[in-house]
């Protein structure tokens, strides 16, 4: 074989060799890329995942917010229901009486009128005086275990929440404004004011 036809087939080989190496370069880059296209496109899915379960987070957050603020609510309204609930229990409590009361105050009236109409030192009305007294008595003390208290002001100072003054006069012995006579005793029912007392009210000495 001649020097030519050995060069011509080294030539050959190397070009064979390069064209090989050339080739396995561009198949590495290919899948080279390719690879990175492949982590870049689940690098992406992953960031994009990562971002929904950031807002998913981020909404369960704010509802948690809200159901707990509702939960607030909810119970301090059902705290207000039960203080507003036993106050009205205890008005119904204290109140409930307060028609019967009305309906007692005449029958109070008349057993003081009786004993206002009796001579208690007189032998023929003084038993009757002294059982009249016991019944007003007992009346004005079962009544006032529920409540119900009189009101006889004589001497105090005048109060418009509690008295009706139907006078004045003058008086020496009363200074002014203050309650001289009671005309009519008034009645309280757990400080609640059922009836005022009719009174005379002095203008002090003239």
Same mark, same amino acid.
């Given at each position: 074989?001649?020097?030519?036809?050995?060069?011509?087939?080294?030539? *050959?080989?190397?070009?064979?060799?390069?064209?090989?190496?050339?080739?396995?370069?561009?198949?590495?880059?290919?899948?080279?890329?390719?690879?990175?296209? $492949?982590?870049?496109?689940?690098?992406?899915?992953?960031?994009?995942?990562?971002?929904?379960?950031?807002?998913?987070?981020?909404?369960?957050?704010?509802?948690?917010?809200? *159901?707990?603020? @509702?939960?607030?609510?909810?119970?301090?309204?059902?705290?207000?229901? #039960?203080?507003?609930?036993?106050?009205?229990?205890?008005?119904? #409590?204290?109140?409930?009486?307060?028609?019967?009361?009305?309906?007692?105050?005449?029958?109070?009236?008349?057993?003081?009128?009786?004993?206002?109409?009796?001579?208690?030192?007189?032998?023929?009305?003084? +038993?009757?005086?002294? %059982?009249?007294?016991?019944?007003?008595?007992?009346?004005?003390?079962?009544?006032?275990?529920?409540?119900?208290?009189?009101? @006889?002001?004589? %001497?105090?100072?005048?109060? =418009?929440?509690?008295?009706?003054?139907? %006078?004045?006069? =003058?008086? +020496?012995?009363? =200074?002014?404004?203050?309650?001289?006579?009671?005309? *009519?005793?008034?009645?309280?029912?757990?400080?609640?004011?059922?009836?005022?007392?009719?009174?005379?009210? $002095? *203008?002090?000495? $003239?």
């Amino acid at each position: 074989m001649s020097k030519e036809s050995n060069k011509a087939e080294n030539i *050959q080989a190397e070009d064979i060799e390069t064209v090989t190496e050339e080739v396995l370069e561009g198949e590495l880059l290919n899948e080279t890329e390719e690879n990175e296209t $492949s982590v870049m496109d689940e690098l992406t899915q992953a960031n994009f995942r990562v971002e929904e379960l950031e807002q998913a987070l981020k909404a369960a957050a704010a509802k948690v917010e809200e *159901q707990k603020d @509702s939960v607030i609510r909810a119970a301090a309204e059902v705290d207000n229901i #039960r203080r507003r609930a036993a106050i009205d229990v205890e008005k119904a #409590r204290k109140f409930a009486l307060e028609k019967f009361a009305n309906e007692l105050l005449p029958v109070l009236d008349n057993l003081e009128r009786a004993l206002e109409g009796t001579d208690a030192e007189d032998e023929a009305t003084k +038993s009757l005086c002294e %059982g009249v007294d016991l019944t007003l008595k007992g009346f004005v003390g079962a009544v006032g275990k529920f409540g119900l208290s009189q009101v @006889s002001p004589q %001497g105090d100072a005048f109060n =418009p929440d509690l008295h009706q003054a139907i %006078g004045m006069q =003058p008086s +020496s012995e009363f =200074p002014a404004n203050t309650v001289m006579a009671v005309m *009519q005793k008034g009645y309280v029912l757990n400080e609640r004011l059922l009836r005022p007392a009719m009174v005379m009210v $002095s *203008q002090g000495e $003239s």
